[in-house]
């Protein structure tokens, strides 16, 4: 129950997160040219809430996070990983018994009485 609630409290951190963002004046490039003029009127501490707001809900999902590692059930998790073991045990002896052949193509080498050709002179 508690790692459920953990999710969407999450889910609810993560899309308050997405919105604050895009709503944020950009602070380089073009834009922060004509910034001074943003200031007047109390913009200044929107963009200053916005911005604790942005770290506050960081912080949030973080350790809403952590909450919800340490609520999982202990059970669920040891079978899916027993099951987990099982799936990559059988796929590496798979590829060890179908496939004995090496992954990266040889290459073929000269026998040692023949000569390589020689290489061509640029042209003039």
């Known amino acids: 129950m508690l790692y459920t609630l953990c999710i969407i409290l999450i889910l609810v951190a993560s899309i308050l997160i997405i919105l604050a963002v895009l709503v944020q004046n950009p602070k380089s490039g073009m834009a922060a040219n004509f910034g001074a003029s943003n200031q007047v009127m109390g ?55 179908e496939d004995p052949a090496p992954a990266v193509p040889q290459a073929e080498l000269p026998a040692s009485d023949q000569q390589p050709a020689p290489a061509a002179a640029p042209a003039e």
């Open 43 to 97: 913009v200044r501490q929107t963009s200053d809430f916005l911005e604790k707001f942005t770290w506050t809900m960081a912080v949030v999902i973080v350790v809403l996070s952590l909450l919800a590692t340490l609520a999982m059930d202990r059970g669920l998790v040891a079978r899916s990983n027993v099951e987990l073991e099982k799936d990559a045990n059988a796929l590496m002896e798979k590829m060890i018994v």
